[in-house]
């Protein structure tokens, strides 16, 4: 059974540009959870999915970060204008029950 | 403010030695996970710890778990250079989301 994959491992872009990051879960699991872990400090919380509602944005930083999850299925984080703080790693994490989080490899996002 | 305190914040320590970390949460939780991030990776999930449990043993990993003092530790025994890496831990949010600590970057020199 395949894990939870992200898509790029790594994105460089320059300040005001736009980036997208993808998160496909593992197949079957409803809750779609993204986390970043900026400039080595704590992993913090962004927002959960439950298939294609969004149950719970209190941790997106501001409205330059746009999650979208299309048909409950794979889902999506733009950020639009990247900024410098915007820098750092953004996890996301699948899971059928709530203890139960599978995290994908992660994308690498840095904003020169 | 976060749950899930760590300290120490950097831990270095030779290969042979063990690495113990600590961390503090401050509501009730019906489990604690341990989590590690090799440096530019993915997280790898280490060990779930549940509220009614006080130690729990995997391989070269030994966590326990007080929870009249809200905190949890993770001990590595016998330390080899590919445990370098941060270690977390985290208690569950409302709705399943995951709260971790600041983590504990662990150096194991060789």
């Known amino acids: 059974e395949a894990g939870v994959t992200q898509f790029p491992s790594h994105s460089v872009i320059e300040k005001g540009q736009t980036v997208t990051l993808r998160c496909d879960p593992i197949s079957g699991h409803d809750n779609l959870y993204w986390y970043r872990r900026v400039m080595g400090k704590e992993i913090k919380f962004l927002l959960h999915?439950?298939?294609?509602?969004?149950?719970?944005e209190s941790g997106m930083p501001n409205n330059r970060f746009l999650a979208e999850r299309t048909g409950g299925t794979y889902s999506t984080l733009k950020v639009q204008p990247a900024e410098l703080e915007d820098s750092g790693v953004y996890f996301c994490?699948?899971?059928?029950?709530?203890?139960?989080?599978?995290f994908g490899p992660g994308t690498r996002l840095t904003v020169l | 403010s976060q749950q899930g305190e760590e300290d120490p914040q950097a831990l270095s320590i030779q290969e042979g030695e063990n690495a113990t970390m600590n961390c503090s949460y401050k509501t009730s939780i019906n489990n604690l996970q341990w989590y590690r991030q090799n440096s530019g990776r993915g997280l790898v999930h280490l060990i779930l710890i549940r509220s009614n449990e006080r130690e729990k043993h995997s391989g070269r990993l030994r966590v326990t778990l007080d929870t009249s003092k809200k905190s949890s530790s993770l001990l590595i025994t016998a330390s080899r250079a590919a445990d370098t890496a941060s270690y977390f831990c985290a208690t569950g949010g409302p709705g399943g989301k995951l709260i971790f600590g600041q983590g504990t970057e662990l150096s194991v020199k060789p």
């Open positions: 994490a699948s899971s059928q029950e709530w203890n139960e989080q599978f």
């Open positions: 999915f439950v298939k294609e509602s969004k149950q719970d």
